[in-house]
């Protein structure tokens, strides 16, 4: 029932910037903690950046200074603006969100299938 559908990879020149978006829809009761996880290939997901519903920020050393994520909760939305990229930036980027789909449940991760962001040198 929940989705999560990412939107804005491509590819992009070393130094440029590219913007990624994610809509959350579906039977939603409420969504927590929302971010950007990234996989190369041969490598781990790793977590790139989170937000949570009170603004709270978090980010990967490696992205630090250059990416900045933001949420619009009332249109269950997260988005990370990639400037200053660097080829290691290179990898798949899933969004996440931590939903609770009704009042009487727990919460439980949900997940994008990803969006291929390649960057060039």
């Known amino acids: 029932q929940v989705q999560l559908v990412e939107s804005g990879g491509g590819l992009v020149q070393a130094g440029g910037s590219l913007r990624l978006s994610c809509a959350a829809s579906?039977?939603?009761?409420?969504?927590?903690?929302m971010g950007w996880y990234r996989q190369a290939p041969g490598k781990q997901r790793e977590l790139v950046a989170a937000v949570t519903s009170g603004g709270t920020t978090n980010y990967a050393d490696s992205v630090k200074g250059r990416f900045t994520i933001s949420r619009d909760n009332a249109k269950k939305t997260v988005s990370l603006q990639m400037n200053s990229s660097k080829p290691e930036d290179t990898a798949v980027y899933y969004c996440?969100?931590?939903?609770?789909?009704?009042?009487?449940?727990?919460?439980?991760?949900?997940w994008g299938k990803g969006t291929l962001v390649t960057v060039s040198s």
């Open positions: 579906g039977t939603i009761f409420s969504i927590n903690a």
């Open positions: 996440h969100a931590d939903i609770q789909i009704n009042w009487w449940g727990g919460r439980g991760d949900y």
